[in-house]
């Protein structure tokens, strides 16, 4: 029977995932950090726009350009196919509903990915708020009110629009994976991040960068703001990636096959 192209894309996803959960732990630790570092210029350069615009959060025009730079992050992740932890909770989901891998596989590739993307992430902010402010373009006070955005929420926000933020991201895996050129890739990167951006949902990784920026330069975000941050980002987003994506999509597609 002639596949359809629903299931060429599945087909696509579940070789691409298992070729990443069958990867060496050193190779998805590293490209994990280089992600987490990667993904920081997309935080950064929303610093720089609140340092340089007259406007601010609230104000449209300067909405639409921090959304549009929100994205740059994840357009050099993705193209440059670093391993990204929002990513696999979609990609590395499907082989083991299909029962291809494991689960304890599944959560081996998960942990490795997301201690080297927090890691790089640090690493990335470090130098950031040492270096940037130096140059002119960016203030301690654009860090700090971009940490205040996501953290000045109510806790169960943080989790539910947290899963509307790895919905999204389950989502852009899927249709990367059916996108067939390098510029339609490019405008898929943009449109679903810079949405997640504009929403100001919480983004596990890159919102990693964002408090980690008014952790180390304000004390209006505490250490306990940031882990409650961390926790419930990376626990919505893991809920929205793996069951409105990978187990939705794998279940409408296997059973429109029979």
Same mark, same amino acid.
């Given at each position: /029977? ?38 920081? %210029? &997309?935080?950064? /350069? ?14 449209? $025009?300067? @909405?639409? *350009?921090?959304?549009? +730079? #929100?994205?740059?992050?994840?357009? %050099? ?6 391993? *990204?932890?929002? @990513?696999? $909770?979609? !990609?590395?989901?499907?082989?083991? =509903? ?7 596989? !599944?959560?081996?590739?998960?942990? !490795? +990915? ?6 790089? &992430?640090? *690493?990335?902010?470090?130098?950031? +708020?040492?270096? /940037?402010?130096? =140059? ?8 700090? @009110? ?7 929420? @109510?806790?169960?926000? *943080? %989790? +539910? ?7 999204? /991201?389950?989502? =852009? ?41 008014? !952790? ?9 703001? #940031?882990?409650?941050? =961390? ?28």
């Amino acid at each position: /029977m002639e596949q359809t192209p629903t299931r060429d894309v599945l087909d696509s996803l579940i070789e691409n995932g298992l070729h990443e959960i069958n990867r060496e732990w050193s190779g998805l630790l590293l490209s994990g950090v280089s992600a987490g570092l990667d993904i920081g %210029f &997309g935080p950064l /350069m929303m610093a720089v726009v609140l340092t340089l615009s007259q406007g601010g959060f609230g104000d449209l $025009t300067t @909405e639409l *350009l921090l959304a549009s +730079v #929100y994205s740059v992050g994840f357009i %050099f992740v993705i193209l440059g196919r670093s391993e *990204l932890f929002t @990513e696999h $909770t979609t !990609l590395a989901v499907i082989p083991v =509903l299909d029962r291809q891998a494991s689960v304890r596989q !599944l959560t081996r590739l998960w942990g !490795l +990915v997301y201690v080297g993307n927090i890691v790089g &992430g640090f *690493l990335f902010t470090l130098l950031a +708020v040492i270096l /940037m402010p130096g =140059l002119g373009v960016v203030s301690p006070e654009a860090f700090e @009110e971009i940490a205040l955005k996501l953290v000045s929420h @109510e806790i169960q926000w *943080l %989790f +539910v629009a947290g899963i509307f933020a790895g919905w999204l /991201m389950g989502l =852009l895996a899927w249709l990367i994976t059916a996108a067939q050129e390098t510029t339609s890739r490019i405008f898929l990167i943009w449109i679903v991040t810079a949405t997640i951006g504009i929403l100001h949902l919480p983004h596990s990784i890159a919102g990693n960068v964002e408090v980690l920026f008014g !952790l180390f330069v304000s004390p209006a975000i505490s250490p306990l703001d #940031y882990l409650m941050f =961390l926790l419930l980002a990376t626990l919505g987003n893991a809920f929205g990636g793996a069951i409105f994506v990978g187990a939705l999509k794998y279940g409408h597609v296997v059973r429109g096959a029979n």
